[in-house]
């Protein structure tokens, strides 16, 4: 059986991701800034001095609280445990706003 082109257009061709000058690439993966294979895209980290527990459902304990009538959210990170301190500092930094540790959550 031959292969149906898709509704509405052309077949996308590999030849569209040619770039001037610099011969043709015939796959993204042949794309010189690749790594090669088996190698991972980023260097390898050493895990963080906390854990996150998730939830029985498989989701993160993460929520955010509506208060004053709504008109201000707060985020809510809870049961997680280790290095309460280093997790708070790293969570200010990524949310870019001052993190508050209550009992048994970060706000």
């Not at 794309?31 to 390898?44: F, K, R």
Request: charged share 30%; glycine share 10%; hydrophobic share 30%.
């Amino acid at each position: 059986p031959r292969a149906l082109a898709p509704r509405g257009g052309a077949t996308p061709r590999l030849r569209s991701l040619a770039v001037q000058g610099e011969g043709q690439i015939h796959s993204p993966f042949d794309d010189p800034n690749t790594p090669p294979m088996g190698e991972p895209l980023e260097p390898e980290r050493a895990p963080p001095p906390w854990k996150v527990l998730r939830t029985h459902n498989g989701d993160l304990p993460v929520y955010v609280e509506l208060r004053k009538g709504g008109l201000e959210a707060t985020t809510c990170v809870r049961h997680f445990f280790g290095d309460v301190d280093k997790m708070r500092k790293e969570l200010a930094v990524v949310c870019e706003s001052p993190v508050r540790v209550r009992s048994g959550r970060f706000e």
